[in-house]
Each structure stands twice: as structure tokens, then as C-alpha cells.
């Protein structure tokens, strides 16, 4: 394998870092089980199999049945349920080939329109190697466009006869690509055979420069005998590191298994230079060493001497820290919690990795600022919070493509009739085409989260302009609630006006059996006008 020649120089000057174990429990015993190496893989397959029946089969077992199977065969183990998993694994292979043509339907559909796409993660991983195929099942096949083509290529399918499913993608607007999402699954013939279009290869990854360098190593390959583009080498592999937190052990193990299939059978030609250039460059060295600890312990023979803990100890201070909070569920983590993740991560993009002896002198400023591009976090001061968030939302210009409202911070996917916040603070970033003008009046017409039980709804607004507005919407108002706010025009050359939103009272429909809609929803936003002009309505949603 080809590595830096001062690998192994550097981790024996500074000794090896041990990493908090990561994937624990079933997962941990499915991991070992589905690798197949040795007795290790025959006790944790025995340890699954007298810990829950297979009737209690989830996501992650159907996916590493075969796996299973295999290790069941070198093992000569048979039982009562042998036979039903063998005829799962047959279906397995015959699920992933059906399920290939509706992928090159789109990858032909895209082409035909000049639309570059990249196959990535478990397709890449069958490209690849077409033999994987039977091997294991992959949840969906995964396109990537540039994020510029990604409105026209979402139109592109849907005129190839795809549907979104779980959101709305012909009431995208263009701010909508700018923000949280970064895919939206498509297909012809209902969830199962979903496609999902990526617009970012990793959802925490928005860099555009990422999706460039993807495009420019990638390389030619075949899915049965269709002609597809996949990321290089050291490129898939850094995808699959980068890709899953500690939370989501499900997709930890799906990611560790990629990375042993890859190193199997092409770790010789692995660049792991480049590799280490790539998750370094693009911050995401900490949550690679996680996932390839993961592999290392299990399989050492596999990785170059002394990369994980590289890539470890190159974090900045505090990274301990954040992996052990970023293992608690997002939904189960408490405000003060959710505000050390934010705060850490913004702490860690302020460094490029390794983290050396100079950078302690930066670290009180860099904590300053990390503060500053979390504070929508933090749990205390929330009114003059409300007002700095406005101040930073007023001073940052987006990347808006288009023209119309921008909902980029704390609101929720686009649906028939309006918008839900999804967070405590929510933005929304209004153009304004009259250059001399200082101030304008914004309407809007809103509908509170009021579940059965709850009488009134409160939250505040400001608008750069006097004070923090304090509001209660109750049951016996008329609905849609509507509130004018005087509003100041900021910006010099493309001028807007913000209107910066403060939930005190929210709730996830989940919680109360409403629904599985686990989104933290305070004000449904049906209607936005400017000095008496619509400016956002359901029907001006759609593109």
C-alpha cells in the first residue's frame, strides 16, 4: 500500500492515541459477524442468532444477510432458519439488478440533457465489483450532480416520469439547494426503487470544490452492462469514512463494510496520501479515524500503520469531547448539549488539520468566533440572541441563485400550502429591488403548532428595528395569524430585508402520537408580502 513515508515517524514520536470505541453492541456483533473472519465471525454470528429472532429482522440485518450467510457457510452452521435466509439472499441479488435500470434510466435521462452524474457509495461499490451485487443489498442508488445542475436535474427526471418521495421537489425554490438538504429520492416505481439525487456527496459537507475534485478523479466504470462514473479510490473510501457520526451506528456499519470490501480487494492500490489530503482539507479527519478505528480493530492487516491515530491527533482540542456528544441521537440531545456540538464543530473548521503548537495562540479568538456561529444554540440570553442572529443573517449575502424569499436557516422542506419552522430561531431573507428605501413594512400569515391541550403560542420577532416583538397566538384567533413588522432595508448592493423568528413554544408531532414527523415545529409560514406585495404564496413556491 502506498503511504506517507513520515507515517509511522510521526506516531511513534508522539505515541498512540486510543480512540473511544465507537460502534457498540448488536451493530458491533453484526459488524464482526457479516466480516466473516474466523471464529470471531461464527461467535458473534451465534451471539445475533440467540439475542433475537429472525423475525425481528431490521434494515441493517436484511442488508448483511448475505454477509451472514457466507460466514453461516464457512462455518457448516444449518438451523431452523438457514433456509429462509438463504432464499432473503437470493432476493437480495435480484432486488439490486432490477432496481439497476431504473438507475440507468436516469443516468441516460441526465446525460441526455448534459448533466454530468456521479455514482457513489454502494452503487460505486457494485460498479466496482460487480460480484458485491449478490452480496449485499443496497437501501437505494445514489446520483451526484453538480449543485448548480441540480434544479434542472431534478426537472430532468420528472420529465423522465420520476417522483419525489418524503418531499415536494417541484416546490423547491432556488435557496432550497443552499441549505440543510442535499438529496431528494426519486423513482418511477415507489420508495423501493428510489434514486436519490445528490447535490452533496456528504449532507455535512457543503463545498462545492469537493463536488469538482469528485468529478475530476473520477473514472469509468460498468453496473452490469451499463456504462456509469464513480469516484476514485481514494475518494470512495473517503467518502464512506467521512460520511456517518457516532449516532448513526446503522450507517456506521453499512460505511465500515464498504471500507473493508474496497481494502480487500484494492487496498494495494489505495493513494492513502491522498486519501489523508482529501479528509484532512475537508475537516473530516475526526470522523474518518472514528469509522476506520472501527475496521482497524477488527482488521488490522488492512490499514496503514498509524492512520487513525494521525488523523486523530490532527483535530483541534476539544475532539473527545464532541465524538462523545455527537454518539447521543440528535432528537435525544439536550439544548446544552446541542450547542457543545455546534460550538465544537465550528471550533474545528476554524483550523486546517494538523493542529500544531501555534495554534494554541489562536485558540481564544477561534473560540470567540466558534461561539459566535453557534449561538443560535445556546440555551441562555435567547432575546439578544434573536438580535445577533439577525445582525449575521443581515451582513451575509447567499448564494441565492434565484430570486424570491430565502428560508434558509431553521425552516423546514417546501410543502403545498407554506413552510414550517423546524428549530427554536428561524430566518427569512427578503430581496428588495427599491434602492433608496430605509425601511419597509412585511406582512405575514402564519399558523402556531397548537397540539390538542395547548391554548396559545408564543414567539418574538425582529426585524432590525426597535425592540424584540413579543407575540402570543391563541385558538380563539383568527387563522392565518398575521402580524405586521416594520422592517430596515440592510445590504448595499443587493438590498433586503430579515425577519428573524424566536419559538418559545414548539413540539414534534412524535412525541404527542400525532404522527412519526419527528421535525421540532413552532409557526407554519403561509404567506410573505413586502409594503402590501405578495412576495411568498403556496402557488409562488413552486419554480
Known amino acids: 500500500m502506498q503511504q506517507a513515508s513520515h507515517l509511522n515517524r510521526s506516531v511513534e514520536m508522539a505515541g498512540a492515541a486510543k480512540l473511544p470505541l465507537v460502534l457498540h453492541g448488536r451493530f458491533l456483533t453484526l459488524f464482526r459477524a457479516a466480516l466473516g473472519q474466523g471464529q470471531t465471525a461464527i461467535d458473534a454470528y451465534r451471539d445475533w442468532r440467540a439475542s433475537e429472532p429472525l423475525e425481528a429482522a431490521d434494515e441493517i ?51 441526455s440533457a448534459g448533466i ?4 457513489i457509495k454502494g452503487g460505486a461499490l457494485f460498479a466496482r465489483d460487480e460480484s458485491y451485487m449478490a452480496k449485499r443489498m443496497t437501501g437505494d442508488y445514489d446520483l451526484l450532480v453538480r449543485r448548480v445542475e441540480a434544479p434542472r436535474a ?35 416505481a415507489g420508495f423501493s426503487r428510489a434514486i436519490d439525487l445528490h447535490w452533496r456527496a456528504i449532507f455535512w459537507l457543503d463545498d462545492e470544490s469537493f463536488t469538482e475534485e469528485l468529478f475530476r478523479t473520477a473514472e469509468r466504470a460498468k453496473l452490469l452492462t451499463h456504462d456509469v462514473l464513480i469516484p476514485g479510490l481514494a475518494e470512495q473510501l473517503a467518502i464512506a469514512a467521512m ?54 480493530r477488527e482488521m488490522p492487516a488492512l490499514m496503514p500503520d498509524g ?34 456540538v455546534a460550538f465544537f464543530a465550528s471550533l474545528r473548521a476554524q483550523f486546517k488539520a494538523p493542529f500544531r503548537g501555534l495554534d494554541w495562540l489562536r485558540l481564544p479568538g477561534a473560540a470567540i468566533a466558534a461561539f459566535d456561529a453557534s449561538v443560535t444554540h445556546f440555551p441562555l440570553f435567547r432575546d439578544a440572541i434573536l438580535k445577533r442572529i439577525w445582525q449575521q443573517a443581515a451582513a451575509t449575502t447567499h448564494p441565492l441563485r434565484g430570486k424570491g ?49 395547548i391554548e396559545s403560542f408564543r414567539f418574538a420577532a425582529f426585524t432590525g428595528t426597535g425592540e424584540v416583538l413579543q407575540m402570543i397566538a391563541g385558538r380563539n ?7 405586521t413588522l416594520k422592517a430596515k432595508v440592510v445590504g448595499t448592493g443587493e438590498r433586503k430585508i430579515v425577519v428573524a423568528l424566536r419559538m418559545l413554544d414548539v413540539g414534534r408531532p412524535m412525541d404527542i402520537g400525532h404522527s412519526i414527523d419527528h421535525r421540532l415545529l413552532g409557526l407554519f409560514v403561509k404567506w410573505v408580502a413586502v409594503d402590501g406585495v405578495p412576495v411568498f404564496t403556496p402557488a409562488a413556491a413552486a419554480p
Open 116 to 119: 454530468d452524474a456521479l455514482l
Open 477 to 483: 384567533d383568527p387563522m392565518p395569524f398575521r402580524l
Open 405 to 453: 424569499v430565502w428560508f434558509g436557516q431553521g425552516f423546514s422542506i417546501p410543502e403545498d400550502e407554506g413552510r414550517w419552522t423546524d428549530h427554536q430561531f428561524a430566518v427569512i431573507d427578503v430581496p428588495i429591488d427599491r434602492q433608496p428605501q430605509t425601511f419597509a413594512v412585511v406582512e405575514l400569515a402564519v399558523i402556531p403548532f397548537l397540539p390538542p391541550g
Open 307 to 340: 492512520l487513525v491515530e494521525q488523523l486523530w491527533r490532527y483535530g483541534p482540542p476539544g475532539k473527545s469531547v464532541e465524538m462523545r456528544l455527537r454518539a447521543v441521537p440528535w432528537a435525544q440531545r439536550t439544548p446544552w448539549q446541542q450547542f457543545r
Open 154 to 188: 431534478i426537472e430532468v427526471l420528472r420529465q423522465a416520469s420520476f417522483r419525489s418521495h418524503g418531499m415536494k421537489v417541484e416546490l423547491f425554490s432556488e435557496s432550497d439547494f443552499d441549505r440543510d438538504i442535499h438529496a431528494a429520492a426519486m423513482s418511477r
Open 61 to 111: 440485518v436484511y442488508r448483511t444477510m448475505p454477509l451472514l450467510v457466507a460466514t453461516v457457510d464457512r462455518a457448516g452452521i444449518v438451523d431452523a432458519d438457514t433456509k429462509r435466509m438463504r432464499g432473503v439472499v437470493k432476493h437480495v441479488w435480484l432486488s439490486n439488478a432490477t432496481r439497476v435500470r431504473d438507475l440507468v434510466e436516469a443516468n441516460r435521462a441526465l446525460e
Open 243 to 296: 460520511r456517518p457520526e457516532p449516532a448513526d451506528q446503522k450507517e456506521m456499519v453499512f460505511r465500515a463494510l464498504e471500507v473493508v470490501h474496497v481494502l480487500e480487494n484494492y487496498g494495494n492500490k489505495v493513494d492513502w496520501d491522498r486519501f489523508r489530503s482529501i479528509v484532512t482539507r475537508y475537516n473530516g479527519g475526526l470522523f474518518a479515524a472514528q469509522l476506520l478505528d472501527v475496521v482497524a
